[in-house]
Nanobody, 122 residues
């Protein structure tokens, strides 16, 4: 089993910054993809930023130029630096990892953190 733990959410005024962190632990053989998603009230969960393949990250158009994702692969950690925050960024942010477990190395299983609340006030 794999556990993802997020931290760094909070309340911030528009234009402010936050840095989210996520650490994966457990029976990890390898992580194929890792990144951040968010879900606002009444809306579907959407990709924010993620390392889906290769070395270059993928960003939602709405956060390009404002958010930066980074990772420490050896520690199974991923971060999201969020600058110039806007009220529309308000959501629960979830860490995601697509993992090959040590007991099922041929199967890629998505794991999700519990979420961390980000609230941006006007």
């Amino acid at each position: 089993q794999v556990q993802l733990v997020e931290s760094g959410g909070g309340l911030v005024q528009a234009g402010g910054s936050l840095r989210l962190s996520c650490a994966a632990s457990g029976s990890i053989f390898s992580i194929n993809a890792m990144g951040w998603y968010r879900q606002a009230p009444g809306k579907q969960r959407e990709l924010v930023a993620a390392f889906l393949s290769g070395g270059s990250p993928t960003y939602a158009d709405s956060v390009k130029g404002r958010f930066t994702i980074s990772r420490e692969n050896a520690k199974n950690k991923v971060y999201l630096q969020m600058n110039s925050l806007k009220p529309e960024d308000t959501a629960v942010y979830y860490c995601n990892a697509d993992v090959r477990d040590t007991y099922r190395t041929t199967i890629i299983t998505p794991y999700w953190g519990q979420g961390t609340q980000v609230t941006v006030s006007s």
